[in-house]
């Protein structure tokens, strides 16, 4: 089978083929040079891009083969996209805001939802609706609504351990109730010991308990 000199029907289909994929190539490429290689041109000048980066994006800018060429055109489709995308966001996102204001689609997440029953602001029965809308089964809604429950800081827990373990088990009082880091804790630990103001040191100066 040769495309040069073609002798049966599809021989002559497959050449002719080739030839109108190679035009069309040939084609897209004039046509879409002059925009695409000046943006092309400013990616490859970032001076932190590495080499092995520019040497590959170099190749597009005077495609050697169909291969190449094709690629190039994918990558111009894809910063042509992405160029389009970005000036029209804004007018996407005032039709969006359009589309809202007339829709008044947005409810009450299921976190709201258990946020205003806790509240008291809101009956059970359209707190399981919200917790419906949300997606959550019925065995999960104690589990969220326990889930966003205020808690103690972890300063707050560090003064616990420290008066109901004792000051001498600090980390066992807080390992209680809370899954704390060990390299973190040392940190809470430090920050939370108590300091002395500067009334307090000057009594202890007069006091004689410490000097100067």
Do not use: C
Request: proline fraction near 5%; charged fraction near 25%.
């Amino acid at each position: 089978m040769s495309l040069d000199s073609p002798i049966t029907y599809a021989e002559w289909y497959w050449k002719h083929s080739v030839d109108a994929q190679n035009k069309y190539f040939e084609d897209a490429e004039k046509d879409l040079a002059g925009m695409f290689r000046p943006i092309l041109k400013d990616v490859i000048a970032v001076e932190d891009l590495p080499d092995g980066y520019k040497s590959f994006l170099q190749e597009f800018l005077e495609p050697t083969s169909q291969t190449t060429g094709a690629v190039g055109m994918r990558f111009a489709s894809e910063i042509a996209d992405s160029i389009v995308s970005g000036a029209i966001s804004p007018i996407v996102r005032v039709a969006n805001q359009a589309m809202e204001y007339n829709m008044l689609s947005n409810i009450l997440t299921a976190g709201q939802a258990a946020t205003l029953y806790r509240r008291k602001r809101i009956e059970p029965e359209l707190y399981e609706t919200y917790m419906k809308y949300g997606g959550y089964p019925k065995e999960q809604y104690d589990k969220l609504y326990r889930a966003i429950e205020p808690f103690p800081s972890i300063p707050d827990l560090i003064m616990y351990g420290r008066y109901q373990a004792g000051f001498d088990n600090v980390w066992g009082g807080v390992a209680e109730v809370y899954d704390i880091d060990t390299e973190d804790y040392k940190i809470w630990e430090w920050l939370g010991r108590q300091r002395l103001n500067t009334i307090q040191v000057q009594s202890l100066l007069k006091r004689g308990t410490i000097d100067e």
